[in-house]
């Protein structure tokens, strides 16, 4: 989720990381807002908690689909992300709706080079009572991605976050009780905004010794709530109030994550109360939250992208850049996103929306052109057809809130140069694992970003995790089962002059440096197309008008503890 393209000022945070000059490459890194913090953070709390006070009541969260997990180094959902986040805390935070950084359970930090400091909070305590100290994040840090760890999970538990996110981490030393080490392999500059992604929470050390992959129906966090029930079977996770919790709220006794495959019966159980906050929203939803009397339409502009996959792995003509262009030009995005998210999103051209830094703005959508894909497919051989299956998910998502009409869509348009569809629907669940796994031969899916980094669409996306080396030559695609593979990367896409690009943009502190590369990545993504890249759609939530404190947040969240039911 995962998400999962913000704006973030990290001047601030920088505390005179390697000097001022440092700090001033470091700062605003993603272009756009500039955080108001001034080094200490705003915070989210004072430390002291306020559990205690608030409205009351039972908040009803409904969605889409369902949580598989409730552990979030065991998933890439952003499913699972809206209920852990809910139970968990980050060593750095956002700011709830914007994209700045602020005070998690590090209280303070510092850059320098390849090496982050931070103070951790004190006073804290996990769920079941056990303080949280500095060991706990380095039990938590190796869990995830050191493969000699006596507690660590296996790859088939831990997910594809683990390497990307914490994988330039070079070891993570506690100083004490309340202060930590980071040691990178390299700088890396999208280090502090990856130690807010909810896949770098904290699991409390005991609990992974004690609970291991039970973790996933188990949780123990410090978050401002914790788990009261999950009730697997009807798709309901019921939250209860953390008293002891450390920061601001919560001010509800009760969070309720339910699920409403329908998008229209959501809209409905919004409009009569029965659910407090809705998301996933499409055109005819939102337009039901709209006309409520009883409820308000929260909409912001999205940072995230839909888009069509092509599994180069596995389907020999999608190995054939002039057959991914073909496609590109036959399916008729505009109309997809005019008529089908129409008022919600807006057609995109490269993998980034215009928000992030690096966005490259000479580029345009493909035109859709039947003509011009009827001659790409011809002159790579293809002139005649062929079949492949489209695997989607059914129910709606932020970035393809319509995804069973679009792909009707996708059919009907290739149908006209000779290209069979065969629609594959699936609960979102299986089908992440059915396209992590590279059983696809297409796919539909979509990011949000989880921390307001050009990296996290560019290198967590399209870059196939493995070393330049290890592409073989003349082959711009790896196969899914090559070590070290980023099962995120579901176009199994390796093109090796994109590859160059986004890793030297990994390692710079320089703003100008990181924007010039990744418009050129763009660009390369754009002219190879290992996508149909198809949208940027706007968040929406419906809230009801019993709710106050609700914030439509472009990362991280739902930030229920601040939420009060009048």
């Known amino acids: 989720m995962a998400s999962r393209d913000r704006l973030t000022d990290r001047r601030s945070f920088l505390k005179a990381a390697g000097g001022a000059a440092a700090a001033a490459t470091l700062a605003g890194c993603i272009g756009g807002e500039t955080g108001d913090d001034d080094g200490t953070g705003d915070g989210t709390g004072d430390g002291t908690g306020d559990g205690n006070g608030g409205s009351g009541g039972t908040l009803t969260y409904a969605r889409g689909s369902s949580s598989g997990s409730l552990d979030f180094q065991n998933s890439t959902s952003g499913e699972v992300a809206k209920v852990t986040n809910q139970l968990y805390d980050t060593l750095i935070a956002f700011k709830p709706g914007k994209t700045s950084l602020t005070e998690g359970l590090a209280t303070n930090w510092n850059v320098d080079g390849k090496t982050v400091t931070l103070d951790l909070r004190k006073n804290v305590k996990f769920h079941s009572g056990e303080d949280f100290t500095a060991d706990d994040f380095v039990a938590t840090y190796r869990r995830f991605v050191d493969e000699d760890y006596e507690y660590y999970p296996g790859k088939k538990y831990a997910s594809s976050y683990g390497p990307y996110t914490l994988g330039v981490v070079k070891n993570v030393k506690a100083d004490g009780d309340h202060k930590l080490k980071i040691n990178l392999e390299k700088k890396y500059a999208p280090i502090l905004p990856n130690l807010a992604m909810f896949v770098s929470a904290v699991h409390s050390k005991k609990a992974i010794q004690e609970k291991g992959k039970k973790l996933k129906s188990d949780p123990d966090g410090t978050g401002p709530f914790k788990l009261k029930n999950w009730d697997q079977s009807n798709n309901r996770v019921r939250l209860e109030k953390n008293e002891d919790y450390w920061g601001d709220g919560p001010y509800v006794d009760e969070v309720v994550f339910t699920v409403v495959g329908n998008n229209t019966s959501r809209a409905q159980t919004l409009d009569s109360g029965d659910a407090q906050v809705i998301d996933g929203l499409g055109a005819q939803s939102s337009q039901q939250v709209k006309k409520s009397g009883n409820a308000e339409l929260v909409s912001d502009a999205g940072i995230n992208i839909g888009y069509m996959a092509f599994n180069m792995a596995k389907v020999e003509a999608f190995q054939k850049k002039k057959v991914r262009q073909a496609i590109s030009h036959a399916i008729n995005t ?233």
């Open 334 to 566: 505009k109309a997809i996103v005019e008529t089908i998210f129409k008022g919600i999103a807006k057609e995109a051209n490269q993998p980034i929306p215009s928000s992030v830094m690096g966005y490259n703005d000479s580029l345009s959508p493909y035109k859709h052109d039947k003509q011009k894909a009827q001659k790409l497919l011809d002159e790579a051989g293809y002139g005649d057809g062929f079949s492949f299956e489209l695997a989607t998910f059914k129910n709606p998502r932020t970035y393809n809130p319509s995804p069973i009409q679009a792909a009707q869509t996708v059919k009907s348009n290739l149908k006209e140069v000779g290209i069979d569809v065969t629609i594959n629907q699936q609960a979102f669940d299986p089908f992440l694992n059915y396209t992590e796994t590279g059983k696809h031969d297409a796919c539909f899916l979509g990011w949000m970003t989880d921390n307001a980094d050009p990296d996290n669409f560019h290198y967590a996306l399209l870059h196939p995790g493995v070393s330049i080396d290890d592409v073989p030559d003349g082959q711009d695609w790896i196969s899914f089962d090559t070590d070290g593979f980023n099962t995120l990367n579901v176009a199994g896409w390796a093109n090796t002059d994109f590859m160059k690009l986004v890793e030297d943009a990994q390692v710079t502190y320089d703003n100008e440096t990181r924007k010039k590369k990744y418009k050129k990545a763009g660009k390369i993504a754009h002219d190879e197309a290992p996508w149909v890249f198809m949208d940027h759609a706007k968040d929406l939530r419906g809230v009801h008008n019993s709710v106050s404190g609700f914030k439509l947040a472009p990362i991280s969240g739902p930030y229920l503890r601040l939420v009060k039911l009048n």
